[in-house]
């Protein structure tokens, strides 16, 4: 079964800049669409990002459209989300997931199957 971990969460400045990763263990990135979440306190999970083999644009949020960048690292089988000009509002939990590969790109976390524990973002001066 596959399992997903993330890294590179912390406290960062607004402006600044932040590289999450998500390892995927129990199978080949590839076989997967890979999505990336996040939940602020008292909010809804949104979604972030996503990235399918079959898909050749991912998907963004409006709200990061511009500012994060989505791509695979096939090699060392992860999925890294770069994230620049961070503010207060993406201070959220963010989350990886997998779905598995169909030729499609799926913007709803209820498509996908398996989740990470998260990685808290936390932007303030």
């Known amino acids: 079964q596959v399992q997903l971990v993330e890294s590179g969460g912390g406290w960062v400045q607004p402006g600044g800049s932040l590289t999450l990763s998500c390892l995927v263990s129990?199978?080949?990135?590839?076989?997967?669409?890979i999505g990336w979440f996040r939940q602020a306190p008292g909010k809804e999970r949104e979604g972030v990002s996503g990235i399918s083999r079959g898909i050749v644009n991912p998907f963004y949020s409006k709200s990061v459209k511009g500012r994060f960048t989505i791509a695979k690292d096939t090699g060392a089988n992860t999925v890294n989300l770069h994230m620049s000009s961070l503010n207060s509002e993406d201070t959220a939990v963010y989350y990886c997931?997998?779905?598995?590969?169909?030729?499609?790109?799926?913007?709803?976390?209820?498509?996908?199957?398996?989740w990470g524990p998260g990685t808290q973002v936390s932007v303030s001066s």
């Open positions: 129990g199978g080949s990135v590839n076989d997967y669409v």
């Open positions: 997931a997998a779905a598995p590969e169909r030729g499609m790109l799926y913007r709803s976390p209820s498509a996908y199957h398996y």
